[in-house]
């Protein structure tokens, strides 16, 4: 083989390899990188109806493909993002949508949980008032019951504890 | 307030909500999580117009059905729970109380027609929906599924997974007669 021949062959070889490789992956049929950020951004707002904990952007289920393909196919047809919303919703409902919108049968989701917050702090409040009311009128000093800790702290037990104590020990005996 | 009131009170609300936060529980734990209920009840069924799978020459579209009351059982020859409710569809389709059409969804026509040759044909007729298109028309997104059309052509009844017995006996069948009417 002659050296002109050789570099023929090989500049041969790498097109029907680059041939192949393209051929293997199709150029998206959108090359702007502007759509690609727009188609992305929309895939990870949509949840994959089949692993429902995914969004169509991370799923690889089979369905998901064919949405993205379809999700695609409106954009190049100049649909705009809440056209495609929308459309997808008209089939899957507003579960496909990872941000519920807001409307009657969402309001206990969307303000529930301020409800609840406020809810919350009201009893929490209350329960401040009255325990302050109740250390407010409650006696700060109980003279029996400082007696007591301090013959509790000098290790002095009270007069009545021995019989206690005494009935205490015999009980378990008297059960044997 | 009195004594006993305030008592009363302080037992009684967070028994409450307590009562309502496990009905809730209780309500949630029954439910399917994967049944998605379908936008598309009471709503016209989406038009479709589709090759036959026992008949590549003819088509089969919503239009031809108007006035009947049918189902569309979206099937597939890759389905394993497709096997499961296919003795309760042959079963229906021997009764004749309504036709069952078949959407053959993203499968090859060798392998669908073998596997109804191999287990059963309840299918008035089956339409090829090879790339899913009409499937996502429906809100296929989880085969088999089974949607019940009514003479105007509005969907509804849908069923998620597959057919059985309670859901035929209890809802399907009594609409459909209700439908027929």
């Known amino acids: 083989m002659t050296p002109r021949g050789r ?3 090989w500049l041969a070889m790498i097109a029907i390899v680059a041939g192949g ?3 293997a992956d199709p150029p998206p049929a959108a090359p702007s990188p502007a759509l690609e950020a727009r188609l992305k951004n929309l895939e990870t707002e949509l949840r994959c109806l089949v692993c429902q904990n995914q969004t169509l952007a991370d799923s690889n289920a089979d369905l998901a493909g064919d949405l993205r393909r379809e999700v695609r196919e409106l954009a190049l047809a100049g649909r705009n993002d809440a056209e495609i919303r929308d459309y997808l919703v008209a089939r899957y409902g507003d579960f496909v949508l990872y941000d519920p919108p807001l409307k009657r049968t969402t309001w206990l989701l969307w303000f529930g949980p301020f409800v609840l917050l406020v809810g919350g702090g009201i009893v929490w409040w209350q329960v401040l008032q009255r325990r302050q009311r109740a250390s407010a009128s409650a006696p700060t000093h109980d003279a029996a019951a400082e007696a007591r800790a301090r013959a509790l702290l000098e290790d002095e037990p009270p007069a009545s504890s021995p019989a ?3 009935t205490a020990r015999t009980a378990p005996r008297r059960k044997r | ?4 009131s305030t008592k009363l009170l302080r037992w009684s609300i967070p028994l409450a909500v307590f009562v309502v936060l496990l009905a809730f529980l209780w309500v949630g734990l029954g439910r ?3 049944e998605v209920p379908s936008p598309l009840i009471g709503k016209p069924a989406p038009a479709f117009q589709l090759v036959q799978l026992h008949d590549p020459g003819k088509t089969l579209a919503t239009s031809d059905l108007k006035g009947k009351v049918w189902l569309l059982n979206v099937w597939a020859s890759w389905c394993v729970s497709c096997r499961v409710e296919h003795p309760l569809l042959l079963q229906l389709a021997r009764t004749n ?4 059409y078949g959407l053959d969804y993203k499968d090859k026509a060798d392998d669908a027609l073998a596997w109804l040759a191999q287990h059963g044909n309840p299918y008035t007729a089956s339409i090829v929906d090879s790339d899913g298109k009409v499937g ?3 809100g296929v997104y989880g085969v088999p599924e089974t949607f019940l059309i009514d003479k105007a052509g509005v969907v509804r ?4 997974g597959p057919l059985t017995v309670e859901a035929l006996q209890q809802k399907i069948l009594p609409l459909v007669r209700q439908l027929q009417q």
Request: glycine share 8%; aromatic share 8%; charged share 20%.
């Open chain 2, 32 to 34: 399917d999580p994967r």
């Open chain 2, 97 to 100: 109380v309504v036709p069952v």
């Open chain 2, 157 to 160: 009844y849908k069923q998620i």
């Open chain 2, 1 to 4: 307030m009195t004594g006993s």
């Open chain 1, 7 to 9: 570099i023929g062959a």
């Open chain 1, 21 to 23: 490789a393209l051929a």
């Open chain 1, 164 to 166: 206690r104590d005494a």
């Open chain 2, 136 to 138: 996502i028309d429906y």
